[in-house]
């Protein structure tokens, strides 16, 4: 066979041509996400200020979650539930760089790009929008996480975390940060799309956000549900952006456990993003016939 | 009796009330034409009360007080939070949000040159009457927990209530006119309202449960205390006299302090023209 000449007329459909496309495309897919993140963390760093305001704001979410389980803990002598004061000042502490890393384009956010025409404009770039989303807000990250750090520091010395995680623990924790990144990015732009068929949607997104607060670990660490919202929480995605992330690294958590989790991240990935698909197909189809 | 003052300059009071009735009856009045927004914000408020009690409920599984607070006592909490978020979000918001959006744009020209005092004008000019909601279901779940609870509520109970919560909307209204003033410093505020509605949580349960530092913060800084768990305090039995001497002396230190904000941050303000 005669394939070694580039792309170029019919031999261009053979095996090591296609793999060279996929290559090419690989490869500019991954300048695109490096550029959209940089853009995305000098974009960010002007705003410093804004984004401390915003973080601050978030973290007095688990403060309150803390301190009220903290109190529990000790009037019952100690321990709830398997649960320390110190234990409960790991769970939500790592809670509050979860959150940081899961905080994703809002649904919301929806109406706006519908109303500005800015969706236009996104459906006339070559590439799925969805990219564009997760490479920014990735790159945001990075200065979320240099925000996050003083604050961590600050509420380790207030709350006296106790937390000792293993080498293999630490790892899974960093990659369940991003499982969870993807799963919640992807569920939350599903959520936005709904916006596309009806403009009243926000008692629909406040019915979602109140099951994942119930259901994910968020609100308080899933083993002190009672059964029946814990057997719920294990079919559903929530609980794999906020409940695991924070156990793996804070434990107590088997090795069966954390592959068990890492696997069920890589499920609802996959669901999210079949989801995301099969919806903006119709979504934009619908979006069109509005428009044109 | 003639004035030495033109009225524009030295606005009497009864007028910037006035005023404020009237902005806020053509703001209602607006709303008022879509009512499906209420059953959807009622449907929303539902949903958050939901989870709220859904809350409560783990809570009290695992142990029967919370910091000296029984159940019903913190449905009374959790009630009074629902009533002042329902007002925040009404009629204090709104306008708030524009006018960070109007020194933002440079817009703020507009009230600015009207003939009456800018800060009543810039404080009362948005309602988002069916927030309101919030407020509603929030005084049912006060009841709930009044009747559940083991505490006669005397007459002057009520009346110390209806004050405390006079004097606390007056008190989340500075803050909230200080943190939109510090837009005229740093412009970028759109994470204001996140930031008040992160803090405003801490104000779910009795401040009497947080470490010194955070009870200190939330009553003085962000005076939450004062505008939540004080009226519970006047439901619940535990009111102190002096409480009410200390919430009207923050109310007043409140007002005066916002003002002074408020002035220094429009000597600031460039306009849109400059």
């Not at chain 1, 019952?76 to 994703?104: D, E």
């Not at chain 1, 308080?220 to 695991?244: D, E, H, I, N």
């Amino acid at each position: 066979m005669i394939t070694a000449e580039p792309a170029s007329g019919p031999i261009a459909e053979t095996e090591p041509g296609r793999f060279r496309e996929f290559r090419t495309n690989a490869l500019w897919l991954w300048r695109y996400y490096t550029q959209f993140m940089r853009l995305a963390i000098i974009t960010q760093f002007q705003y410093r200020a804004a984004n401390y305001f915003y973080m601050i704001g978030m973290i007095a979410e688990p403060v309150v979650y803390l301190v009220v389980w903290s109190t529990i803990a000790r009037t019952n002598g100690g321990s709830v539930g398997g649960f320390t004061p110190g234990t409960f000042a790991a769970y939500y502490i790592v809670w509050t760089l979860v959150r940081n890393i899961n905080i994703v384009f809002t649904p919301f956010g929806w109406e706006q790009r519908i109303k500005d025409g800015e969706l236009s404009g996104l459906l006339l770039q070559p590439i799925h929008p969805i990219h564009r989303d997760l490479a920014f807000f990735a790159g945001w990250k990075v200065i979320v996480i240099i925000l996050w750090l003083p604050i961590a520091a600050a509420l380790t010395l207030i709350f006296h975390p106790s937390l000792s995680p293993t080498v293999w623990q630490c790892v899974v924790f960093f990659l369940a940060l991003w499982g969870a990144y993807l799963i919640r990015s992807m569920f939350l732009w599903a959520l936005g799309l709904i916006s596309l068929w009806t403009t009243r949607v926000s008692a629909i997104f406040q019915a979602y956000f109140m099951a994942e607060l119930l259901l994910s670990g968020r609100l308080v660490p899933l083993t002190l549900m009672p059964k029946w919202a814990r057997s719920l929480a294990g079919v559903l995605p929530f609980q794999s952006t906020f409940g695991f992330p924070i156990t793996a690294l804070t434990g107590p958590i088997t090795d069966a456990q954390l592959w068990h989790g890492l696997l069920t991240q890589l499920w609802w990935i996959v669901v999210g993003g079949l989801i995301v698909k099969l919806m903006w197909r119709r979504g934009i189809r619908r979006f069109a016939s509005v428009g044109g | 009796m003639t004035r030495p003052s033109p009225g524009w300059r030295d606005p009497d009071r009864a007028g910037s009330l006035r005023l404020a009735a009237l902005f806020f009856r053509v703001g209602a009045q607006n709303e008022l034409q879509y009512r499906l927004n209420f059953v959807v914000q009622l449907l929303q408020s539902i949903l958050g009360v939901a989870a709220g009690l859904v809350g409560l409920a783990v809570v009290f599984a695992h142990t029967n007080n919370l910091g000296g607070w029984s159940r019903p006592q913190l449905l009374v909490v959790m009630g009074i939070f629902l009533m002042m978020n329902g007002i925040t979000q009404a009629f204090i918001q709104p306008s708030m949000n524009l006018l960070i959006a109007d020194i933002q744009k440079g817009t703020l020209d507009f009230p600015l040159t009207k003939p009456v005092d800018a800060q009543v004008l810039v404080s009362v000019r948005s309602v988002d009457i069916w927030q309101a909601a919030d407020s509603l279901i929030g005084l049912i779940i006060v009841i709930v927990g009044l009747v559940q609870q083991d505490v006669a509520v005397h007459l002057v109970d009520i009346v110390s209530f209806v004050l405390l919560m006079l004097m606390g909307t007056v008190t989340i209204y500075c803050f909230w006119l200080m943190l939109a003033s510090t837009a005229f410093w740093l412009i970028k505020t759109d994470e204001m309202q996140e930031l008040f509605q992160g803090l405003y949580r801490t104000g779910q349960y009795p401040v009497g449960i947080y470490p010194g530092w955070l009870r200190y913060g939330i009553t003085f800084v962000v005076p939450l205390a004062f505008a939540i768990t004080v009226p519970a305090e006047a439901l619940t039995g535990r009111l102190e006299h002096l409480a009410l001497v200390g919430a009207a002396g923050l109310t007043l230190a409140l007002l005066v302090i916002s003002r002074l904000l408020w002035r220094k941050g429009l000597q600031r303000y460039g306009g849109a023209s400059s």
